[in-house]
């Protein structure tokens, strides 16, 4: 099948007036010909100026592929769904909307995608860009609330213990007409925290038996503000994670009490692993770890209470 495009860019934005014209831009700033991509900006009801932004953008690069939308359905999943059916490239590239694509982001997808016909979504490095000091508190477990996603120095496949995350993540068009769309039942919506719209389509593309990589020298910087740090946010967003797997293993009782009995053994093994934050004095870490175990048991015992 013929495409227009090569290659789709897609933002999804919400809320983020101070960072989403450097996204567009970190795409439309790469050595990759204007001709053979475009860029598109979902829009997910902001309360801000997002929307007069992307118009004053637009009217000033009338030359450039750029095109943006108004998605009513709140939740980052109907935003992802809206960016997919409306790109109209072979490959659909997601970058959120306070990230900034590094040069040969672009290039470094399609020419993997070329390469490996086997392949149906790839994956790549994600960067955080702290804008604040980070608090004593922070660890390695935390990783997962800044976007922080680096699986080494060399390409890879992933089968499941690890999948790329939506800040940086690419799939050919394919995949969404073989599998469907992203499970609006998951996924942040508004200032809800749920999650694992990302886990259930890459386990569903698993699941059909195509390949997914990560590229690690495709990479993205991603902006960490302050309130990523608020403990009141880390709550939610703990909850979330474990609200997102109850609502994706909805009807399926071994694995929810799986996930269930898994849950409680993280939580047993962040004992351990806290130990060494005691023996060197590091009480904070140790506490906001065990917290956060309890958090994702919380929010799996109760979704509402993580939406």
């Not at 922080?148 to 390409?155: C, H």
Request: glycine share 10%; with cysteine.
């Amino acid at each position: 099948m013929n495409y227009p495009f090569k290659i789709s860019a897609v933002i999804c934005s919400y809320n983020r007036a101070r960072f989403i014209i450097h996204a567009v831009e970190s795409v439309f700033g790469q050595a990759y010909d204007k001709s053979l991509y475009e860029v598109i900006v979902v829009d997910n009801n902001s309360t801000d100026n997002t929307i007069s932004l992307l118009e004053e953008y637009r009217v000033a690069h009338h030359g450039y592929n750029f095109r943006y939308f108004n998605e009513q359905n709140q939740g980052v999943a109907f935003a992802r769904t809206r960016c997919a059916k409306e790109a109209k490239g072979e490959i659909v590239a997601y970058l959120d909307d306070d990230s900034t694509a590094q040069p040969g982001w672009l290039s470094g997808i399609c020419d993997f995608f070329d390469a490996h016909p086997d392949t149906w979504s790839v994956g790549g490095k994600i960067v955080p860009r702290f804008l604040t000091e980070t608090p004593d508190w922070y660890s390695k477990y935390f990783f997962g609330l800044v976007g922080n996603f680096d699986q080494g120095p060399r390409i890879k496949q992933l089968t499941g213990a690890r999948y790329p995350c939506g800040a940086n993540m690419a799939f050919r068009r394919q995949v969404f007409d073989e599998i469907g769309y992203f499970n609006t039942d998951l996924g942040r919506k508004g200032a809800g925290l749920l999650a694992n719209e990302e886990k259930d389509i890459y386990l569903r593309i698993l699941a059909h038996n195509h390949k997914v990589h990560y590229l690690p020298h495709v990479w993205v910087l991603h902006s960490v503000e302050a309130n990523k740090f608020d403990k009141a946010y880390v709550q939610r967003h703990s909850m979330g994670i474990g609200g997102g797997e109850r609502l994706r293993l909805k009807g399926n009782s071994a694995a929810l009490l799986l996930k269930f009995i898994e849950y409680f053994m993280k939580w047993g093994y962040a004992v351990t692993y806290g130990l060494g934050f005691l023996l060197r004095g590091q009480w904070s870490k140790f506490v906001m770890l065990e917290r956060f175990r309890w958090w994702v048991i919380a929010g799996f015992l109760d979704p509402k209470g993580a939406g």
